[in-house]
């Protein structure tokens, strides 16, 4: 069973926009995914991209060509590559990235490494994600709150 977080609720059903799962992938992959590109999937491709493993060498390349097969497929040229990061921020428990701390300060919080290191690396990956300025950042008082960083 797939595993969505709490504040992506009002979305998962129907996937209408990347889940953060989906999102994790596409950084291990290096693929540049569009909500364009994803809103030219079916439903059923949606639900393979988040259903389909990308943990292993193996599967994260077999997970790349087929995202690449599937927007060519849609879109006619294939999608942007990302550069991989090797130690991705969200594998370090030890390290709380200056966006994340700069955007808690926003709610008065400040997180200390325990609770950092308290956190899975989905999680991690979520408030780092949700920490960029380029993001709409709706959804990360309710991300603080799921992971019990800040009172409800």
């Not at 899975?120 to 408030?127: K, Y």
């Amino acid at each position: 069973m797939t595993k969505f977080f709490q504040f992506e609720a009002d979305f998962v059903e129907s996937l209408r926009c990347i889940p953060m799962q989906v999102r994790l992938k596409l950084d291990t992959s290096g693929i540049k995914l569009k909500l364009s590109h994803w809103n030219h999937f079916n439903l059923a491709e949606r639900e393979a991209l988040v259903e389909m493993p990308c943990t292993t060498e193996s599967e994260i390349q077999t997970y790349r060509e087929y995202l690449q097969q599937l927007v060519l497929k849609q879109t006619g040229a294939l999608p942007s590559e990302l550069p991989i990061d090797p130690h991705p921020a969200w594998m370090d428990e030890t390290t709380i990235p200056e966006s994340v701390q700069e955007k808690a300060q926003e709610f008065n919080l400040k997180l200390t490494p325990q609770q950092w290191a308290a956190l899975t690396p989905d999680q991690r990956f979520a408030l780092i994600k949700l920490s960029r300025s380029s993001h709409e950042n709706l959804n990360f008082l309710p991300a603080l709150k799921e992971f019990n960083l800040i009172a409800t």
